[in-house]
Nanobody
Framework: QVHLVESGGGLVRAGDSLILSCTVS????????MAWHRQPGARHLQTVGN????????????????HRPDSFKGRFDISRDNAKNTAFLQINRVKPEDAGAYYC?????????WGQGSLVTVYT
């Protein structure tokens, strides 16, 4: 069974950097695409399959192709370690509006899988 486990969320000071990680386990198949999503302002995590109001932050294919919407260019950086089936999201110069829930997703053989989510709280 495929599992995505996220880590790295928590309390961060505005202006600092934050790195979230997401590791896929339970499959020998290629993890074709990994992505990060954000639910701004969320104070609790939503259950898988019940995500609402998510913003796509960035995606990265197994071949290294990156996509980020314009609103996330500049401070958000996605990377992958394919050997470890792990994706990272680095947020630089964190702002109060970056607070919320961050979810990792993976596309494997055309099927979507989701992490449990990470809450990020920003203080000034």
């Amino acid at each position: 069974q495929v599992h995505l486990v996220e880590s790295g969320g928590g309390l961060v000071r505005a202006g600092d950097s934050l790195i979230l990680s997401c590791t896929v386990s339970g499959t020998n198949a290629n993890v074709d695409i990994m992505a990060w999503h954000r639910q701004p302002g969320a104070r609790h995590l939503q259950t898988v399959g019940n995500h609402v109001d998510l913003q796509l932050v960035a995606t990265k294919s197994i071949g290294g192709i990156t996509h980020r919407p314009d609103s996330f260019k500049g401070r958000f950086d996605i990377s992958r370690d394919n050997a470890k089936n792990t994706a990272f999201l680095q947020i630089n110069r964190v702002k109060p509006e970056d607070a919320g829930a961050y979810y990792c997703s993976a596309s494997i053989r055309g099927l979507p899988y989701w992490g449990q989510g990470s809450l990020v709280t920003v203080y000034t």
